[in-house]
């Protein structure tokens, strides 16, 4: 009877899990980036759906229906390696969006530029107070209790996404079924770069950031049905999408617009504007960017409150400082949403010191990667610690093998991941990234920052940052409790 009342009802199908990860993974600001590759990007996604995308899929059905409860990375880490370390793990995947979210926002300015003034696509000052202004004003609706709801983001997702990624596709099959010119090196040489080359592997760093979010989906994992061999192929299909959509955007992309000029802010744009310009309907390139903004937009708001509230469960077992714990009357962290803001606005001012938004873009999606790679390493090392401390939990889907398959896979994602790290302090000489010091100081200095701050705080935590009722569930914080002191207990 136990084994029934918790067994879940398994009612999603591959085709609908499959959709949800395409929501998480496709993103058209992403083509830009992809486009720099151009026919080469077939097998840079393959190697990153080998490395990376496959082993953290993988593993991370694993974790969630084996501890299915809410806590995602937090509580897988957490049984592995303790609470200090399953902090970490949660801070390192909320941290990597305050990078992410000016870069995607930067994305929806050059849009909105592009609709109204072309010229002020390429204005930093511009840029950046289109960041912060969007960025603080659903941060403020967020304070409220008002998010996105999920009818609006999955509609964000249809018309600014896969409504603007199918028509870019089919204009640019038409350009080249009409003959015109092509800026990309064609034949099966221009798929397999050369690797020899640190060049054209840097940009390589960009695409793990593509295509992570999955153990957010991997929740889901259990409610599939026969998860056992459905997970993966939902997960395959999602891939397989993911790949086309993006692959043949990014080729629409590259076949209109010379490699050296690709912006990765207004790319999309830009080859919009050139393809739409060429069958005489330019009129629709305001329709267009509203789309684009629309599902970028949408995408941000749903991101804003799910990772804050994400870490902020980590204080009932007394990790944020009370400052940090306040929430008011709609039960927002406040505090912590504030906190989010603050780091946000003073990642955004990189645009103001990189030489052009391009170059900017890149140097925030490269620390957004290295930021979340961190957090994915946690995770498959977790994975692995798991099969050895906990073998009798029961997960409703599992790697084959006891030890061997886990091991290989885990390992795979484990290289992958510190091989995307590196990297990725490699600036790509397609980019001018201005002053070498500036580019590798932000990095390291901004990966340390954010690696220590987490360890800092779990380092000085005290007794009273846990709710009363709640200290003496952990052991460690009780024996922070002085001898004669009952009024914490």
Known sequence: MQTKLNTPTRVISVFVLAMFNVAIMASLRNLPLVAEFGLSAIFFFGVVGIGFLIPCAL???????????????????????????????????????????????????????????????????????????????????????????????TVGVIVGTLFPGILIISLGISWIIGGHPLEINTGFGAVIPDLSKLDNIVFMGGLFLTFAGLEVSAGYAGEVKDPQKNYPRAILLAGG???????????????????????????????????????????????????????SLAEVNSWIIGPVKALYTTSIHGNLPPLLQRQNKHGVPIHL?????????????VFLFMPNLSSSYWILSAMSAQMYLVMYFMMFIAAIRLRYVRPHVPRAYKIPHPHKGMWLVACVGILSSLFAIVITFFPPSQLHVGNIVFYECFLVIGLLIMIAIPLIIYQFRKPHWMPVRDIHKDPELKKMIPPNDTTSV
């Not at 995607?104 to 696509?121: E, G, H, K, N, R």
């Not at 949403?337 to 001012?349: A, D, K, N, R, V």
Request: charged letters at 10%; aromatic letters at 16%; one cysteine or more.
């Open 241 to 295: 999408i993911t790949f086309v959509l993006l692959l043949l955007g990014s080729v629409a992309i590259s076949i209109v617009i010379p490699q050296k000029d690709i912006s990765l802010v207004a790319g999309v744009m830009e080859a919009f504007k050139t393809l739409l310009a060429k069958y005489n309907i330019v009129w629709m390139l305001p329709i267009i960017g509203i789309l684009l903004v629309f599902g």
């Open 337 to 349: 949403l504030t906190f989010q803001g603050i780091i946000m606005s003073f990642s955004s001012l």
């Open 59 to 153: 593993v991370s059905a694993e974790l969630a229906t084996g501890w299915p409860k809410s806590g995602g990375i937090y509580v897988w880490v957490r049984e592995a390696f303790g609470d200090r370390w399953g902090f970490f793990a949660i801070w390192m995947q909320w941290v990597h969006n305050v990078s992410w979210y000016p870069a995607i926002l930067s994305f929806c300015a050059a849009t909105i530029a592009y609709v109204f003034d072309p010229q002020l696509a390429t204005n930093k000052y511009f840029i950046l107070s289109i960041i912060i202004v969007s960025f603080w004003g659903m941060t403020i609706l967020n304070y409220n209790g008002i998010k996105t709801s999920s009818i609006v983001s």
